[in-house]
Nanobody
Framework: VELVESGGGLVQAGGSLRLSCAAS???????MGWFRQAPGKEREFVAA????????RYADSLKGRFTISRDNAKNTVYLQMNSLTPEDTAVYSC????????????????WGPGTQVTVSS
């Protein structure tokens, strides 16, 4: 599975961004996750979604602001981010795994290169 993120950029605090993750290869039955890593910090889980889109998981601190979704016809997963704050500044990466959609980064063998999100105050 190959993954490419897009949609990152510079946004003012309070604004919104929608990230996309385009997948190619053998994508059937893949659970997808979004993770982020801020400068000087460890990678952290953001959100995950099952293959059918019926199960979603979110980091507790992000519930209500971020929404993960997918369109399997387009092999694309989205992350809608609202009410952004400077603390959301990070490189956002999508990841894929076969079966399930966990919150642990090491369970995902396939990763995209990431897209930078910068939120100005």
């Amino acid at each position: 599975v190959e993954l490419v993120e897009s949609g990152g950029g510079l946004v003012q605090a309070g604004g919104s961004l929608r990230l996309s993750c385009a997948a190619s290869g053998r994508t059937t039955s893949t659970g997808m996750g979004w993770f982020r890593q801020a400068p000087g910090k460890e990678r952290e889980f953001v959100a995950a979604i099952s293959w059918a889109g019926t199960i979603t998981r979110y980091a507790d601190s992000l519930k209500g602001r971020f929404t993960i979704s997918r369109d399997n016809a387009k092999n694309t997963v989205y992350l809608q981010m609202n009410s952004l704050t400077p603390e959301d500044t990070a490189v956002y990466s999508c990841a894929a795994r076969y079966y399930g959609s966990g919150t642990l980064a090491y369970t995902y063998p396939y990763w995209g290169p990431g897209t930078q999100v910068t939120v100005s105050s």
